[in-house]
T-cell receptor, first 114, second 117 residues
Framework: NAGVTQTPKFQVLKTGQSMTLQCAQDMNHEYMSWYRQDPGMGLRLIHYSVGAGITDQGEVPNGYNVSRSTTEDFPLRLLSAAPSQTSVYFC?????????????FGSGTRLTVV | AQTVTQSQPEMSVQEAETVTLSCTYDTSESNYYLFWYKQPPSRQMILVIRQEAYKQQNATENRFSVNFQKAAKSFSLKISDSQLGDTAMYFCAFMKQGETSGSRLTFGEGTQLTVNP
């Protein structure tokens, strides 16, 4: 049981480059989310999905795109990387929307944009 | 919009002693959930404890317990018999109840706890 798998674990990008952060879960969770973690700011929600084909914006969506074509996968795309997107990114999933079952987080991706 | 505030950026405690981490939140909702997450140096986010707002009884999980004061919008975490493995960043988080809100956790800034031998 792998849980939530994020790849890559580390990435360095040049300003203006694009890339996709991958997130996959094998628990058949309906809910999936992307957060970014910055020092002194906790985790902030970027985008989330309540099921395949359904996505919505979170608190800090600018500069990021998502899609959810399957229940298992929820990739996060950076279209044109900027230094302000240097951060640690976490993907999380949950079975149902009540929080009763808790959230499972991936191990994070540390992204540096130079 | 909800906000979560952790006013203690850093705390330290001696091994085997008790420590309390503070968290306050602001919301107009009456039904919600509160969580404490632990993030050790491995970076993994680990759920420590959760509290449903409609329950008056404080949640407990082994050495971890909360003091939930709904009227004061306060949700503190008490760690008893602190262990070296408790050294981590601790995040308080809020989630509004509801199917469409199920993926929207609002986190505090975090408290770095160090347990000293």
């Amino acid at each position: 049981n792998a849980g939530v798998t994020q790849t890559p674990k580390f990435q360095v990008l040049k300003t203006g480059q694009s890339m996709t952060l991958q997130c996959a879960q094998d628990m058949n969770h309906e809910y999936m989310s992307w957060y970014r973690q910055d020092p002194g700011m906790g985790l902030r929600l970027i985008h989330y999905s309540v099921g395949a084909g359904i996505t919505d914006q979170g608190e800090v969506p600018n500069g990021y795109n998502v899609s959810r074509s399957t229940t298992e996968d929820f990739p996060l795309r950076l279209l044109s990387a900027a230094p302000s997107q240097t951060s640690v990114y976490f993907c999380a999933s949950s079975h149902g929307g009540t929080g009763v079952y808790g959230y499972t987080f991936g191990s994070g991706t540390r992204l540096t944009v130079v | 919009a909800q906000t979560v505030t952790q006013s203690q950026p850093e705390m330290s405690v001696q091994e085997a002693e008790t420590v309390t981490l503070s968290c306050t939140y602001d919301t107009s909702e009456s039904n919600y959930y509160l969580f404490w997450y632990k993030q050790p140096p491995s970076r993994q986010m680990i759920l420590v404890i959760r509290q449903e707002a409609y329950k008056q009884q404080n949640a407990t999980e082994n050495r971890f317990s909360v003091n939930f004061q709904k009227a004061a919008k306060s949700f503190s975490l008490k760690i008893s018999d602190s262990q070296l493995g408790d050294t981590a960043m601790y995040f308080c988080a809020f989630m509004k109840q509801g199917e469409t809100s199920g993926s929207r956790l609002t986190f505090g800034e975090g408290t770095q706890l160090t347990v000293n031998p």
